[in-house]
């Protein structure tokens, strides 16, 4: 069981940490002052679960790695995050609807792991739950307030929709390494999880004057490792200078 288990909260780790490098990238470029501040407390907040969730996975691991291990010392095809959280920035319509589809999922999913039988996760998950319950209602605002906009700003949100709703039916998938800890009772079950993640994104379109498109086409892969072409590159900069200097302190 600790296999199973070690591969799901690697899932997780891995969602929260290239999502919150995404997020990291509006430091400084952000379209007001408010946000510059936002995006990247945003950030750290994933970056902190993400390292939680690594922390724990190398004592799962035994092996003496370390998160900075996970995080810096992996190649692509070893990171196990959905599509969803390494899309491209694009604009911030794109980030904010992006950043509101995920958090909308782990918000349930912190909360029912509040009583799951794994100690660990349940303190990880009492922190974290609170820090994702911000991100949706400041998320959710900026959807409203930009679907519900100028034409301008109606129609990058509308575009946002289009290209990114595709890539969060990944968010309910469930392989054998999840299904065990499902059985097991280490982790709640992500279809599960559903109902109130449709739930919640329903109540903000719905305000934004937004439609939810019918998913189609979803695009999936990466539970597998099988990235975009947007993956590499994020990589290679996140990673830069633990691969140019490696084992370097500061």
């Keep these: 069981m600790s296999e ?20 990291s990238e ?10 510059d ?9 994933l970056i902190g679960q993400a390292r939680s969730l690594y922390t724990y996975v190398a004592q799962l691991e035994g092996k003496g790695r370390t998160e900075d ?6 190649g692509d095809r070893e990171y196990r995050n959905c599509l969803l959280v390494e899309r491209n920035n694009e604009d911030f319509a794109h980030t904010v609807l992006r950043q509101l589809y995920f958090a909308a999922f782990m918000k349930p999913f912190w909360e029912a792991m509040h009583t ?13 739950v609170k ?24 129609e990058r949100m509308h575009d946002a929709v289009l290209a990114l ?5 990944e968010l309910f998938e469930i392989d054998n390494n999840r299904q065990q800890c499902i059985n097991s009772g280490l982790f709640p079950d992500s279809q599960a999880l559903q109902p109130a993640w449709t739930s919640t994104i329903n109540q903000i379109f719905t305000q934004a004057k937004l439609a939810v ?18 993956f590499g590159i994020l990589l290679s900069q996140l990673q830069y200078m633990q691969r140019a200097y490696p084992g370097a302190s500061w």
């Design 131 to 154: 820090e994702i319950a911000y991100h949706v209602r400041h998320c959710g605002e900026w959807v409203i307030r930009l679907g519900d906009g100028t034409a301008i700003s109606a």
């Design 213 to 230: 498109p019918r998913d189609e086409y979803p695009q999936t892969g990466g539970r597998k490792g099988l990235h975009t072409e947007d």
């Design 69 to 74: 291990d996970f995080a810096y010392l992996r």
């Design 4 to 23: 199973h288990l070690l591969n799901t909260v690697l899932q997780i780790a891995d969602d929260h940490l290239i999502l919150g490098h995404r997020v």
């Design 116 to 128: 799951c039988s794994d100690e660990t996760l349940v303190n990880i998950s009492h922190k974290a």
């Design 37 to 45: 501040l936002s995006m990247p407390n945003m950030a750290l907040d």
């Design 165 to 169: 709703h595709p890539y969060t039916a």
């Design 26 to 35: 509006w430091c400084g470029h952000a379209p007001m002052l408010e946000e």
